[in-house]
Each structure stands twice: as structure tokens, then as C-alpha cells.
């Protein structure tokens, strides 16, 4: 059973940033084509980001340029750097495989002055 544990959320002014992590386990394969996605209050989920796992990667138009993914296959861990933070970009932030599987329990990130 795979397990997702997100980390690395929490308050920041606008303009600065974060790092999330997210670990990957329970699984005896190695890691998938793995996602960022993210839920405003009162909002559906979106997909922000993605990234294979020969590292090719794929971004929303909102965050193209200011958000950045990456792995570490070897720690099965998944990074969101995030720069350049708005108020819009306030959510719950989730990472999944692709195609999805169970989800965590995801990490509050808040930008506010």
C-alpha cells in the first residue's frame, strides 16, 4: 500500500517561498511519474505540476516560471520548490502518482502579509 506523507508547508509573506516535500513509500517498484496538485478553500483540486521519472516535467500555467519540481528517486522523495509566492497560491497542497492513487494528508501552505 503506498503511503504519501507532504511536509514543508506554512505561512509566508507574498513574494517569498517554500519548499514542500513529499516522501513516497510501501511500494517494492520505484517511484512513478509523481504530481503536485493543490485546494484553495471552497475550490475543486488543481494540478500544479509534474514530473517523470526520467525527469521531464510539466507545469500550470499559474505556477510556470515562480514553481519548480523535482526528485530524488534514491530517498523516493518529491520537492515543490516554490518562489515568488502570491496570495492566490494559498491552498492545501497534495502530492500523487500519475495515474493517482490514495491520497495524503496534504500540507497547508498560506501566503499573507
Known amino acids: 500500500q503506498v503511503q504519501l506523507v507532504e511536509s514543508g508547508g506554512g505561512l509566508v509573506q507574498p513574494g517569498g517561498s517554500l519548499r514542500l516535500s513529499c516522501v513516497h513509500s510501501?511500494?517494492?517498484?520505484?517511484?512513478?511519474?509523481m504530481a503536485w496538485y493543490r485546494q484553495a478553500p471552497g475550490k475543486q483540486r488543481e494540478w500544479v505540476a509534474q514530473?517523470?521519472?526520467?525527469?521531464?516535467?510539466a507545469y500550470s500555467w499559474s505556477v510556470k516560471g515562480r514553481f519548480a519540481i523535482s526528485r530524488d528517486n534514491a530517498k523516493r522523495t518529491v520537492y515543490l520548490q516554490m518562489d515568488s509566492l502570491k496570495s492566490e497560491d494559498t491552498a492545501v497542497y497534495y502530492c500523487n502518482q500519475v495515474p493517482n492513487g490514495d491520497w495524503g494528508q496534504g500540507t497547508q501552505v498560506t501566503v499573507s502579509s
Open positions: 510501501g511500494s517494492a517498484y520505484s517511484m512513478p511519474t
Open positions: 514530473i517523470s521519472p526520467i525527469g521531464i516535467t
